[in-house]
Nanobody, 120 residues
Framework: QVHLVESGGGLVQPGGSLRLSCAASGSIYSIELMAWYRQAPGKQRELVSSITSGGSTNYADFVKGRFTISRDNAKNTVYLQMNSLKLEDTAVYFC??????????????WGQGTQVTVSS
């Protein structure tokens, strides 16, 4: 089995910063694309940022210049550094990964989500 566990969410004032982490564990052979999504109340889940195993990154327009995604392949962990947070960044943030397990079977995995609340 494979699990993704997020951490780092919380309450922050507008303009503040948070760093999210997502660690993958279990019977992992390799991890391909890793990504962060978010879902605000009453809205659909949307892609925030993604990063390939080689380090190529992609960002949604609404976070460009404010958020930075990175990963540590040795630790099977992806990070999301969020700066200059806005009220509209309030959402549950989910980690997603494409993972080959030890049987070389590829599947998509989601974390349980971590709440980020931006409020004054």
């Amino acid at each position: 089995q494979v699990h993704l566990v997020e951490s780092g969410g919380g309450l922050v004032q507008p303009g503040g910063s948070l760093r999210l982490s997502c660690a993958a564990s279990g019977s992992i052979y390799s991890i391909e694309l890793m990504a962060w999504y978010r879902q605000a109340p009453g809205k659909q889940r949307e892609l925030v940022s993604s990063i390939t195993s080689g380090g190529s990154t992609n960002y949604a327009d609404f976070v460009k210049g404010r958020f930075t995604i990175s990963r540590d392949n040795a630790k099977n962990t992806v990070y999301l550094q969020m700066n200059s947070l806005k009220l509209e960044d309030t959402a549950v943030y989910f980690c997603h990964a494409n993972i080959y397990n030890s049987s070389y079977y590829r599947n998509n995995y989601w974390g349980q989500g971590t709440q980020v609340t931006v409020s004054s």
